[in-house]
């Protein structure tokens, strides 16, 4: 069943948008963005409402889903432009300054400080449109499953076949952010099974209607410390992204045990 083009959409959508408004705002820390992104989040839903598929997933879960993607690609995307379109879009979209002004800051013409601003639109526009079109649930799942095994197992060579070319790796509230398979790679193997060990356990999670695993790390006692909520992304290509949550804060939201004993968590 589908939810039709129309003002019938709009009329199912319109109860969740307060508390869409709320959770953009806890993601984003801003009233003002999150009002934009709802806005976008309805939007994306409306030009997508024809795949929405009720017995995949209701109404609200793939507008929270939609909205979740919104709030992590924005300031991440904005490492896919280029410097200069990247300052650009900053100086007039969030600093409001005229493009006059931008002009003269850049030692460029106005003409080519908005032409500048609609590519870094349109780059943007392609990169949230990705995010939409997503697989079925069984093989949603499937996919995160192996990732599990490959990294429960430290098989780089498994994990890495499971990512898009260009897979993203974040970890807020840390600077951390990496762009394609080669660098996620290479995070993963050296910074984490490197640093923390290769004796992990997962356990499977949910955050908004995308799948997502909470991830423990042996601390050499017996039991295992819960290092990250990783909440995944995932394409008919693979894995696109991994936000990585290292927040305390976020765990508690979660009810996550920050402790489990090794006897709680078999080896998949």
């Known amino acids: 069943m589908t939810v039709s083009i129309s003002e019938d959409f709009a009329r199912q959508a319109d109860p969740f948008r307060r508390e869409l ?16 992104l709802v806005q976008e989040t309805l939007l994306r839903a ?14 609200r879960t793939w507008l929270y889903r939609i909205a979740t993607n919104a709030c992590l690609t924005f300031v991440a995307a904005l490492q896919l432009l280029p410097p200069r379109q990247r300052a650009i879009l900053i100086l007039r979209e969030v ?3 005229p493009a006059a002004e931008v002009a003269d800051m850049l030692a460029t ?21 990705d995010q939409i079109d997503e697989p079925a649930e069984p093989d ?23 990512l898009t070319a ?18 996620y790679g290479r995070f993963i193997a050296v910074r984490t099974w490197g640093v923390r060990g290769t004796d992990w356990r997962m356990i ?47 765990f508690a939201k979660f009810g ?3 402790r489990l004993d090794s006897s709680a968590l078999p080896r998949t």
Do not use: K
């Open 109 to 129: 013409t106005p003409a080519a400080v908005n032409s500048a601003l609609q590519r870094a639109r349109a780059r943007l526009a392609g990169v949230a449109e």
């Open 46 to 59: 409306w030009r997508a409402s024809s795949r929405f598929d009720s017995e995949r997933a209701s109404l």
């Open 256 to 258: 996550l045990a920050p």
């Open 140 to 162: 949603l799942r499937a996919t995160v499953d192996a990732y599990v095994t490959a990294f429960e197992n430290a098989d780089i060579t498994a994990l890495t076949q499971l």
């Open 204 to 250: 499977p999670a949910a955050a908004n209607g995308q799948p997502a695993v909470a991830a423990y790390v042996a601390t050499g006692s017996g039991d295992y410390q819960l290092n990250t909520l990783q909440v995944f992304t995932v394409t008919r290509a693979g894995i696109s992204r991994n936000v990585a949550f290292n927040d305390p804060g976020v």
């Open 21 to 36: 408004l709320a959770h953009c705002y806890r993601m984003l820390g801003s009233v003002h963005d999150a009002e934009d």
């Open 95 to 97: 600093l409001e300054l």
């Open 166 to 183: 260009d897979a993203i790796l974040e970890m807020p509230p840390l600077a951390l952010w990496y762009a394609g398979r080669e660098n």
